[in-house]
C-alpha cells in the first residue's frame, strides 16, 4: 500500500540543502501555524490539503484520523473523523476532496476501502464503499459528482452525490494512468498526479485524454508528482520530487517560479504533502514532516 509520503521520503533527505540555481523565486516565506500534537490546530502526519468555498484550509490529519477546517489564519473552524472500524469511523486518512456547491468533505480512508462524505461541521453522512480498493485522493465536480483514484489502479472511478457508482473512466492509451497520487477538476477538466508515469494528466471529464505536463518548463522533467492545485488563472501548484520540489507552472507548462526550500527550521519544508492557493500571491504548503502549514506570500516589485 502507497501513500503521499513515501513519494517524498526517500529524495527528500537526499535533497535536504539542494539549490535551484537560476529557478525563477517570485515568493516569500511570511508566516507558518500548526505543530505536533493531537490538540486543537496541531497534526500528526498529515497528507493532503483543500481549500472549502469559504477560503478555509481543510487539512487530512492522518496520523489523529480527522480532518481540521483551519482558517488561514490559523484558528480551527471544526473537525471531523475519528478512528474506528464500524459504520463511518476511519482507519486511515489517504486524500480528501471538498465539493465547492455544498461544501461538504469527502475524505478517503485507504486501509478501510471507503470514502466518507461530512459535512463542513464534522457530521458524517454517507459511506461509499462498492469497488473501493485503496482509494487514495477524490475530487468533485460541479455537479457534485466525485472521481477516485486507487492505489496503483490505472482508472478512475466515478460516484453520483448519493454515493452510487457511475461506472469508470480513463484507463485506456495515455489516459491510463500508472501510479495516481491526486486528483483535481478545474473547469470540467480532471488533472491527476501520476507519480508513477512522471507527469500530469488533463482528462475531459468523461475520461478522454486531453494532454500530460512531463516538464517543469524548461528546467526540469517530471521526477514524480505526487499533489496539485489549480488556481483561478488556470495556474497549476505541484508537488514534485527533484531540484524544484514545489513549483508553479502556468496553464501551458512553463515554469512560473518555486514556493519555498527543503530545510528543518521554520520558512522551509521536509515533505509537503498539500500546496493551496488561495490567490495568484497567497500560497499554503502542507508539511507532512513538521506538521505545519507555511504561508508564502509574492515579492514586492
Known amino acids: 500500500m502507497f501513500n503521499k509520503k513515501q513519494a517524498w521520503l526517500p529524495i527528500a533527505l537526499a535533497l535536504l540543502v539542494f539549490t535551484t540555481g537560476c529557478v525563477p523565486n517570485n515568493f516569500t516565506f511570511q508566516k507558518e501555524f500548526g505543530k505536533s500534537g493531537s490538540g486543537s490546530a496541531e497534526f500528526l502526519s498529515p497528507t493532503d490539503m483543500d481549500i472549502d468555498k469559504n477560503g478555509n484550509l ?28 464500524d459504520r463511518m469511523k476511519l482507519q486511515s486518512i489517504s486524500g480528501l476532496g471538498v465539493d465547492k456547491t455544498t461544501n461538504s468533505v469527502w475524505v478517503c480512508d485507504q486501509k478501510g476501502n471507503k470514502i466518507v462524505k461530512f459535512d463542513i461541521d464534522g457530521s458524517p453522512m454517507t459511506k461509499v464503499t462498492k469497488n473501493m480498493k485503496y482509494p487514495m485522493d477524490v475530487a468533485v465536480d460541479s455537479e ?28 485506456q492509451g495515455k489516459a491510463a494512468l500508472i501510479f495516481p497520487t491526486s486528483i483535481t477538476i478545474h473547469k470540467n477538466i480532471i488533472y491527476i ?7 500530469i ?19 526540469e522533467e517530471m521526477k514524480g508528482p505526487s499533489g496539485l492545485h489549480i488556481d483561478e488563472y488556470g495556474n497549476l501548484y505541484v508537488l514534485d520530487l527533484g531540484e524544484v520540489p514545489v513549483v508553479i507552472l502556468s496553464p501551458e507548462g512553463k515554469l512560473i517560479s518555486q514556493v519555498g526550500t527543503f530545510g ?38
Request: aromatic residues 12%; charged residues 20%.
Open 264 to 301: 528543518n527550521h521554520e520558512g522551509n519544508f521536509l515533505y509537503p504533502t498539500g500546496v493551496i492557493a488561495k490567490s495568484k500571491d497567497d500560497v499554503y504548503v502542507l508539511d507532512n514532516s513538521r506538521n505545519t502549514i507555511l504561508n508564502f506570500v509574492r515579492k514586492a516589485n
Open 144 to 171: 457534485s459528482n466525485i472521481y477516485v483514484i486507487m492505489s496503483r489502479n490505472s482508472e478512475i472511478y466515478k460516484y453520483n452525490d448519493f454515493g452510487q457508482y457511475q461506472g469508470k473512466i480513463g484507463g
Open 201 to 219: 494528466v488533463k482528462l475531459n471529464l468523461d475520461g478522454t485524454f486531453i494532454e500530460e505536463i512531463k516538464n517543469k518548463g524548461e528546467y
Open 58 to 85: 481543510v487539512i487530512a490529519d492522518a496520523g489523529n484520523t480527522r480532518f481540521q477546517v483551519i482558517s488561514t489564519s490559523g484558528s480551527v473552524v471544526s473537525t471531523g473523523g475519528e478512528f474506528g472500524v
Open 193 to 199: 498526479t501520476d507519480f508513477g508515469g512522471k507527469r
